[in-house]
């Protein structure tokens, strides 16, 4: 669905890569590779049309990603490299806020089997900043699955997990490839997550 | 007309123009001076401190060309991605801000004798003041962002905001009852200034365009080759 | 409707964020209150001169009151990447500045709304007058949110010198100063300032989602 064609990007007249091609189709999960400042984000964040490339293309179900943005945006979403959850409310308050806002018709007991998976149930009523930094990068996977999309874009979601919750990931991932949706994400370090494709930029 | 978008044309045009601007903006300062200390009759009113005129007005009129001149070049550097807008708009703010302090500071010297202060709160002084203030924020804007691109663009969107200032200093003395007297030379009257006068304030005008000139093609190329090194 | 359910989700969460955050909002009103005594103290307790001035005074501490939560208008935001999931949720740039100036409004300006009848008792201003005040300060504050908004969105990516912004909000926020003390000074001409007060809102209105959308698209690209 998405096509990434030739794509390369300069940014102060510094090359940060060129030529990439991509393409991610339903029920594929792509892994980016690369060092620190290889332009991970940067192709990334090119996905979500914040960077202009300097040359090549993005397309979208056939199209330039430009001319039909808001159809994309209902179909991805992202993960970055900070959490999004507010850090002053409860775990409870952070889930019915995204409810609300992603207009989600989840409902509380598949939630609670989320959280149960995630191991994060005994925090729900603890306010966000007394969690751990592992624990708040899973509590972000929780809105990645009440926002219900076909298409994520995740950038770095694996630092700072133990091996027991990178294996928890890997099932969320598996279980987001059986319901034929799309993940690409990026990381540095080495993880058992059966992916289709590997990029190395 | 390239060398007006164009850092490299403007590099050349630069180059052949600069020796011209620097020999005729010192003859013109000279000539200026000559004219408006000796040559000028003394005004029947305001004696001999009319003379504070020939600085006063003309750098008034170049602080508010300039700013015109970095709103027109934010638009472009904006709308039609002409990155020799932003070149302009960092080299030549301080220019300006130099201009609206002379302004400034001759006005005041100028209010002292006539008006009996040195500064009142009349809607010209006032937005004159604001523009200063403008040009001081647009200053420390370019020297406390780290990444040049945010900068440049975010100096420009505040530049456009800040231009509704213009019209307020240029039409104040018309919209409000202010001691600060309405303009002596308009475009669709005959202006009410004796020839022996004229000719000394505009003297003294191309003078001052020429000095700002100097300066600006200076800051601009620095600006153009600083760049070209990735200093900033 | 999608983008109404949306909009309503969006102020629940503003509400709830307020709301635990609240002694911010304190804060900032006990700030306004201190500043008046300091004010009278340095001034001297002569009712004559409070009463005269008393309305400049009120209108300089709101003023400088709004501009000290001015950091908080979309850094949080803005560093955990809320501003982000907002705009792949379907909101453009320029629609969540709108939805935030309101937000601000609604939650750090109106609260002052309640400390203008108290500060009005203690700087001795007549009755009549505080009506005035209030009419003035409801579209004087929404002005003060909308310069807010555009000063903060310009200084996301300012690490060095925050208070820039600040100076950006008063600097502009002038010509507000001069015609709201005028609405409750000359009582007379209560019509034509009022309507220069809501021409310079709907300029500013206007100026504002440009203006900071913009600069949130560039902040976002660039850090």
């Known amino acids: ?201 | 007309m390239k060398f007006l978008v164009n850092p490299g044309n403007f590099n050349k045009f630069a180059d052949y123009v600069f020796l011209p601007v620097l020999i005729s903006s010192i003859i013109l300062f000279s000539i200026g001076l000559i004219f408006a200390f000796y040559l000028s009759p003394d005004d029947y009113q305001q004696g001999s401190t009319v003379r504070i005129m020939y600085v006063h007005v003309p750098s008034a009129w170049l602080a508010l060309l300039t700013y015109a001149i970095m709103t027109l070049y934010s638009i472009a550097g904006l709308a039609f991605r002409i990155p020799f807008g932003f070149i302009i708009n960092t080299a030549v703010a301080p220019i300006g801000a130099v201009f609206t302090l002379i302004c400034i500071i001759s006005g005041s010297l100028w209010g002292k004798p006539m008006w009996g202060t040195w500064w009142v709160w009349d809607a010209r002084l006032t937005s004159v003041a604001i523009l200063f203030i403008i040009y001081l924020i647009i200053i420390f804007m370019n020297l406390s962002f780290e990444n040049r691109i945010v900068r440049e663009k975010v100096v420009a969107i505040f530049v456009l905001v800040g231009s509704i200032n213009l019209p307020i200093v240029k039409f104040s003395v018309d919209w409000w009852n202010t001691l600060h007297q309405p303009a002596t030379i308009s475009k669709l009257s005959k202006p009410s200034i004796d020839p022996s006068m004229m000719i000394p304030l505009i003297i003294m005008t191309f003078a001052f365009i020429m000095v700002g000139l100097v300066i600006a093609i200076l800051r601009i190329k620095t600006e153009i080759i600083s760049r070209k090194s990735n200093l900033i | 409707m999608i983008i109404l359910n949306k909009m309503i989700s969006f102020y629940y969460r503003e509400y709830k964020l307020n709301l635990s955050g609240f002694q911010d909002i304190l804060t900032n009103i006990i700030f306004f209150f201190v500043s008046i005594f300091i004010f009278i103290f340095s001034i001297g307790p002569d009712k004559e001169t409070i009463s005269s001035i008393g309305i400049g005074i009120v209108w300089t501490l709101l003023l400088l009151s709004s501009t000290l939560s001015l950091r908080k208008f979309y850094q949080d935001d803005f560093e955990n990447g809320n501003l982000l999931i907002m705009h792949l949720n379907g909101f453009s740039f320029g629609f969540i500045t709108i939805l935030k100036t309101f937000s601000h409004f609604i939650f750090v300006q109106l609260p002052f709304l309640l400390s203008i009848p108290i500060a009005s008792i203690l700087l001795n201003i007549a009755n009549d007058k505080v009506i005035y005040l209030f009419s003035s300060f409801i579209i004087g504050s929404f002005i003060l949110s909308c310069l807010g908004s555009i000063s903060s969105s310009m200084n996301l990516m300012n690490q060095r010198n925050f208070l820039l912004g600040s100076v950006i909000v008063m600097i502009f926020s002038v010509p507000i100063i001069i015609f709201s003390v005028g609405i409750v000074n000359i009582e007379e001409n209560f019509n034509s300032l009022i309507s220069i007060l809501f021409g310079v809102l709907l300029i500013v209105f206007a100026i504002n989602p440009w203006a900071s959308g913009l600069c949130l698209k560039l902040a976002l690209e660039n850090n």
Do not use: C
Request: glycine residues 4%; aromatic residues 8%; charged residues 25%.
């Open chain 1, 1 to 201: 669905m998405i096509l990434v064609k030739d794509l390369s990007i300069e940014r102060s007249n510094k090359k940060i890569f060129e030529n990439v091609n991509l393409s991610l189709g339903s029920g594929k999960i792509i892994l980016l590779k690369g060092k620190n400042g290889s332009g991970k984000t940067t192709l990334l964040k090119a996905l979500l049309n914040l960077i202009e490339p300097s040359s090549g293309a993005i397309y979208w179900k056939g199209k330039l990603l430009k001319k039909n943005l808001y159809n994309f945006f209902n179909h991805v979403t992202y993960i970055s490299d900070k959490t999004s959850s507010l850090s002053k409310l409860s775990v409870q308050e952070n889930i019915k806020i995204w409810k609300k806002f992603f207009l989600s018709d989840i409902s509380n007991s598949q939630v609670e089997n989320i959280l149960k998976t995630l191991q994060l149930d005994i925090y729900l009523n603890q306010k966000v900043n007394s969690l751990s930094f592992g624990e708040t990068k899973k509590l972000e996977f929780l809105r990645l699955i009440i926002e219900n999309k076909k298409i994520w874009i995740l950038d770095e979601p694996l630092s700072n997990l133990d091996d027991d919750s990178i294996d928890i990931i890997a099932q969320t991932f598996e279980d987001h490839r059986s319901k034929e949706g799309s993940i690409i994400f990026s990381s540095h370090q080495e993880s058992e997550i059966n992916v289709s494709e590997e990029v190395l930029l």
